[in-house]
């Protein structure tokens, strides 16, 4: 994937006088491609003066970072306890057959990611989907399938 340096070096510009500014410039860097580019990494590390090796030890430490793409739309399926013995598992396979990928793969088009949590703090909801920061409880399979439905609608507008 080609990678916008020109970008990369706007952000770098606006942390160049602060020291040690890697971590907020590595969060507009995620935020600006959804992820960490190989590239963008290499560009920071030189016009920062900064070794590689940490810039991807921060990177893989905090799990606000990726190092692969990920998709436009995030969907967080609960796999935790309460989830699960309510039918996590089902609404998983839904949504990855639907999709056509493994949880934590995002689909080829970039536009969804799909992985699985730990319990979210909302156990009564479950089984629930975290889907661009949304929580969406009590699915079943008609409703996981109506919740997908919405979205595909939304990105036939936007398309
Ligand atoms: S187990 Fe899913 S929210 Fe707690």
């Known amino acids: 994937m080609n990678v916008d340096l020109g970008k990369v070096d706007k952000l770098i510009d606006k942390y160049r006088d602060e020291e040690a500014a890697y971590i907020p410039l590595l969060q507009d860097?995620?935020?600006?491609?959804?992820?960490?580019?190989?590239d963008a990494l290499k560009?920071?590390?030189?016009?920062?003066?900064?070794?590689?090796?940490?810039?991807?030890?921060?990177?893989?430490?905090?799990?606000?970072?990726?190092l692969v793409p990920?998709?436009?739309h995030e969907i967080q399926v609960c796999m935790g306890t309460a989830c699960h013995v309510r039918g996590a598992p089902?609404?998983?396979?839904?949504?990855?057959?639907?999709?056509?990928?493994y949880p934590g793969e995002?689909?080829?088009?970039q536009k969804f990611t799909v992985e699985t949590v730990n319990c979210v703090g909302a156990c009564a909801l479950g089984p629930l989907v975290v889907f661009d920061g949304k929580y969406f409880g009590h699915l079943n399979l008609s409703r996981t399938d109506k919740l997908l439905e919405g979205y595909h609608e939304e990105n036939k507008k936007s398309s």
Not at 29 to 38: A, K, T
């Open 90 to 101: 089902r609404v998983l396979n839904k949504i990855t057959q639907q999709f056509q990928i």
């Open 29 to 38: 860097i995620n935020s600006e491609f959804r992820y960490l580019p190989r």
């Open 70 to 72: 990920r998709g436009e």
């Open 43 to 66: 560009r920071v590390s030189q016009k920062m003066e900064v070794p590689l090796s940490h810039l991807f030890r921060l990177a893989t430490f905090y799990k606000s970072f990726s």
């Open 106 to 109: 995002t689909t080829a088009d």
